[in-house]
């Protein structure tokens, strides 16, 4: 009876058992060719371009990547080391009797990718958008590749390219950038059955380029003649400045002045020193400054601006207290004013009175009922 299976194939009378193999590029494939009622007839293995490797266990082909490692009446074996895909297709197992009886062994290579790579097809400025490729030049079958941020999937867009034993691949993703996005980490990873379930990992740190920022760190307190001033230019951006440039508005530096880095000193201060300095960096995608006005404090002029203070509150409490005598006299006045006008009217109204009785008297009309008249 006759016994097939996936791998492995038997003829009708003389049989010839030949297996499938699967190997990685660079590794080492076992050929197997099992015979079944071995009569000692000619057995020959070629090769997929039908080039014969072996003649019943004598090299015929000058290839020392291949050795027979094993004949014999049931199992004839052959290896190849150092395995390309140039090696892949199928290997003849055949036994010559009266007929001949062949089966073919099939070497499958599969080239897992490399660790892929990061190209930056348009770089990433702030407010604009970054453009990224992870490129797998080299896989067999090809390589499934996914771009990665904080454990997300960014999607890109796939691209392959058949090289005709191998693949290549190629993921392209657009992301918007900001300033906050300098050093982010990102990864693309790659797939591949030869990997047995583990990736190949290319991590990448996005480069954001923004322009500079400068501050001027200024010193704590109040400077005074003979004091040292120290003043820092604290600068930021990608990339970084080389130089900063201190300078002095409407003046030039001091002599005393010593630039070291971005530290600006000037030694011993006088008021002559007074004014504005400015610190200026720039980088190609633009150019900041901050500035600091110096005012140097002589000491005599200190101590008399602190003698002041007493002499402005005992002025403002004076003005106070003239301010309100005013206004005391001020209402005694309007208050004498007003009762004097109230006696006035009571006066006349008492005269009023006093000639209408003489007027009823003269009359010779009782002087009561007139008042009381007149009440009425």
Same mark, same amino acid.
């Given at each position: ?5 996936? @791998? ?17 590029? $660079? ?17 020959? #293995? ?6 014969? &490797? /072996? /003649?019943? $266990? ?7 990547? !291949? ?22 297709? +199928?290997? @003849? ?13 099939? &070497? ?7 660790? %892929? ?19 797998? %030049? ?17 999607? $890109? *867009? ?8 191998? @693949? ?14 300098? +050093?982010?980490? &990102?990864?693309?990873?790659? /797939? ?17 380029? /923004? ?7 200024? %010193? ?5 003649? +003979? ?31 010593? #630039? ?25 995608? $633009? ?34 207290? *003239? !301010? ?6 001020? *209402? ?18 008492? &005269? ?8 009823? !008297? ?7 009922? +007139? ?6």
């Amino acid at each position: 009876a006759c016994f097939i299976t996936v @791998f492995q194939y038997w003829s009708h009378c003389q049989a010839v058992q030949a297996e499938n193999v699967t190997v990685l590029e $660079g590794g080492t494939a076992q050929i197997s060719c099992r015979l079944q009622n071995y009569d000692g007839s000619i057995v020959v #293995i070629q090769n997929p371009r039908r080039q014969t &490797l /072996f /003649f019943n $266990g004598t090299r015929a082909l000058k290839d020392d990547r !291949f050795q027979m490692v094993l004949f014999t009446q049931r199992l004839v074996r052959i290896t190849l080391t150092n395995v390309s895909v140039s090696d892949e297709g +199928g290997y @003849f197992c055949q036994l010559y009797t009266d007929s001949t009886h062949h089966q073919v062994a099939t &070497l499958s290579v599969l080239v897992p990718p490399e660790t %892929p790579t990061v190209e930056v097809k348009q770089e990433a400025v702030e407010g604009g958008e970054a453009e990224l490729t992870c490129v797998s %030049p080299r896989s067999k079958p090809a390589a499934t590749l996914r771009w990665m941020r904080k454990g997300r999937e960014i999607a $890109g *867009v796939v691209s392959l390219q058949d090289n005709g034993k191998t @693949f290549s691949v190629s993921s392209t993703i657009r992301i918007p950038v900001e300033r906050k996005d300098d +050093g982010a980490a &990102l990864s693309c990873e790659a /797939f591949h059955p030869a990997l047995n379930g583990q990736k190949r990992i290319r991590h990448y740190r996005l480069d954001v380029y /923004f322009a500079p920022t400068v501050r001027i760190v200024p %010193p704590a307190g109040i400077l005074r003649e +003979g004091d040292s001033l120290t003043l820092t230019c604290s600068v930021t951006g990608n990339p970084l400045p080389r130089n900063t440039q201190w300078s002095k508005i409407n003046d030039t530096l001091p002599e005393r002045a010593e #630039i070291s880095g971005t530290t600006l000193q000037i030694s011993r201060l006088s008021q002559s020193h007074n004014g504005t300095y400015l610190c200026q960096a720039q980088n190609d995608y $633009g150019r900041a400054a901050d500035h600091y006005t110096l005012l140097v404090y002589d000491p005599g002029a200190v101590v008399e601006t602190h003698s002041a203070v007493p002499y402005a509150v005992i002025g403002g409490v004076l003005a106070l207290l *003239v !301010f309100t005598v005013i206004c005391v006299l001020i *209402v005694t006045i309007w208050c004498s004013v007003r009762q004097k006008g109230s006696y006035l009217t009571h006066e006349a109204s008492g &005269l009023d009175e006093h000639g209408e009785v003489q007027e009823a !008297f003269l009359n010779g009309n009782d002087a009561s009922q +007139g008042k009381k008249e007149y009440l009425l």
